[in-house]
Every structure is written in structure tokens, then in C-alpha cells.
């Protein structure tokens, strides 16, 4: 479903002065979340809540002297058959990035984000995710490697710089010589992590040199904002949302926001039971199926969920909801 249309339910109730036309070609994309948005949570809210138009899956890394099997399970062709998923790889130079593309073409994708604003210090300081913005040299051989890799639609994922915003603005011809379908800009230097508000202006002077389309991200929570951006960068292709889905997976579908949060529970609670072993393990995938999900709950039993320390316990909490089981 094009998410469009509750944009423009709002605004028929006189929200934000957004236009029918522009909202309803709005790209949206679920941002990836490293131990939130797995390929089970991606499925399950394309199946119970949808209006997105593109899942990113948190990024496949190398370790040793392969791709992490855990990476390579998340992004398993078949797994994610039905969702409009784009794998994103993370590396610091061509040679990594090659492989890691192979790994993921070998899969059968001919979609790959390049990631180049992860602010973890080991992967900065290892010169990946935001590290990369300082590395000139390396980012001109990924273009190169890109432009060979013809078959496979690229995207990257970037913030603005690492340490100033002026690294971004410095990589903007490379940027725009990089065969992309878009970019996405996160607003934020590296080494802010996630502190601070996303600089517009930033992004402003960076959407204006820039000759792909592109998707803005960072901390957009609700429709009205979304009206807001679109208005301040005209031509925005979209907007790519992370917290603020996963704190409210129907923002952009006129579902019951309860029937939407007790249908992905379910799918989530059944894959967790089926595939992960202990207590343990199941009740760490649950609690993050929670974690930014409080909006819904009043805070007792919010509390007694997060807090328990057993699957009894779990479902003993999530049975006292409202009455029923979640
Ligand atoms: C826990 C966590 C894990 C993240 N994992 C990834 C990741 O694997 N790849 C990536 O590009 N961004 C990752 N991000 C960044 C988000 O995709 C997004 O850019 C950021 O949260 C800002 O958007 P938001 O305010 O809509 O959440 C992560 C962020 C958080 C908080």
C-alpha cells in the first residue's frame, strides 16, 4: 500500500498544507537497525503493516575470511521473499567491498547500500561506516568498483561528515559520479553518534549540489514532519525512518495501530520460539521487539514486560495486556 494515502487523509483534515501529488510519490524506506530490524521483524511489518516502500537490512560485514553467517542468514533470498529488501554492506576499501558484493550478489541480489555513516569507533576508527567519509582514496576506488558492477543497482547510506560537515560537501563530486539511485543523508556528523539535532542546513547544501535523487533521514517521528521536509527540500525523493517506526510500526498505514503491534508480536514471538534456543536468547529478541515500543503500553505493564526475566513471566506480562493476549 503507497503510504500516501493516510498522508493525504491528514491532510484533508487540515494538518500540514502538503500536496496530494507529492505525497503520493513519496519513496519511504524502513531504515536498518542493527538488532531491531532482522529479517523476521522486516517481514512481519511488511505483512502486518506495510506502506513502505523499501526495507534496508542491517549491514553485512566481513569477519575472518568470509562474510559474518549471521549476516548472510539476514539477508537468505528465499527468508526475504515477499519483502522489498535492499542488503547493505559495510567495508572500508574496494577489496572489501567486492567481496562483500559477490557474497551478496552470489545470494541473488542485484540491489546493495553501501553504508557510510555507521559511527560505532570500531568501525571508524577501521575507516567503515562514517570513517570512510575521511578516506578520499577509498571512496574513489568503491565508485570505480561500482561503475563495474553494472548489473547491481547501488544506493549509499551517508552522514554528512565525521568530524565537519565539510567532508560531505568535499565528497560531493564523487558522490555524484558514483552510478546511485540515490543517497541517503543522515544529517549528522560521525562523531556525534546520535546527540543533537539533524542539521537541515547541512543537508540543504549538500541536496542542492547533489545530482542523484535523495532520501532524508534522522529523527522523523510523524507524518506532520514528513510534510514538513518535503516542503523544505522541494524534489526530496523520500524519507528513510528508523526509531519512529519502530515505536510506531502503523505510521504510514491506517490499520489499528493495536491489531498492527499484536500481528507482528505474533510473528516475531512464533519465529523467536522456533528458531532461537533458551530462554535467554528468545527474551533478549522479545525485549528488543519492545524496546522503542512504548506508546501503546501503559508503563506497568511496559515495565513487567521488559523486566522479565523468564518466557512464564514474559508471557504472563504480555497476557495482562488490555485484557488478552497480544
Ligand atoms: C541501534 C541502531 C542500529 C543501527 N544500525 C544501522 C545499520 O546497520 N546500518 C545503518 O546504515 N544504520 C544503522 N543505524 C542508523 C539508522 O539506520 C538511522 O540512520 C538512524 O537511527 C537515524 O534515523 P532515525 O532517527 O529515523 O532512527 C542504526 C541506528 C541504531 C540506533
Known sequence: MNPAGVECDENRRGRQPVS?????????AFAPLQGYTD???RKAHCEVAGGVDEYYTPFVRLEGEGVRKKDMR???????????TVPQVIARDREEFARLCDAVQAEGWNRIDLNMGCPFPMQVKAGRGSGLLQQEAHIREIAEEM?????VVFSVKMRIGQESAEEGMYLLPIVNEMPLQHVVLHPRLGKQQYKGIPDKEAFGRFFEGCRHPMVYNGDVVSSEQIGAIVEAFPGLKGVMVGRGLLA??????????????????????QYACETLQGDSQ???R??????????????KQYKAIMKSGSLRRYDEAVLGFRGGRL
Not at 539476514?74 to 522489498?84: K, L, M, Q, S
Not at 498505514?253 to 514471538?269: C, F
Open 248 to 269: 510506531r510500526p502503523w505510521l504510514f498505514t491506517d490499520k489499528d495501530p493495536m491489531a498492527v503491534l499484536r500481528g507482528m508480536h505474533e510473528r516475531v514471538y
Open 74 to 84: 539476514d539477508i537468505d533470498f528465499r527468508c526475504n521473499a515477499g519483502v522489498p
Open 282 to 284: 528468545i527474551l533478549a
Open 20 to 28: 496530494y501529488l507529492i505525497m503520493e510519490s513519496l519513496y519511504i
Open 286 to 299: 522479545l525485549h528488543a521487539f519492545w524496546e522503542y515500543q512504548n506508546t501503546l503500553l501503559d508503563k
Open 147 to 151: 561503475q563495474w558492477r553494472n548489473d
Open 39 to 41: 529479517c523476521v521483524y
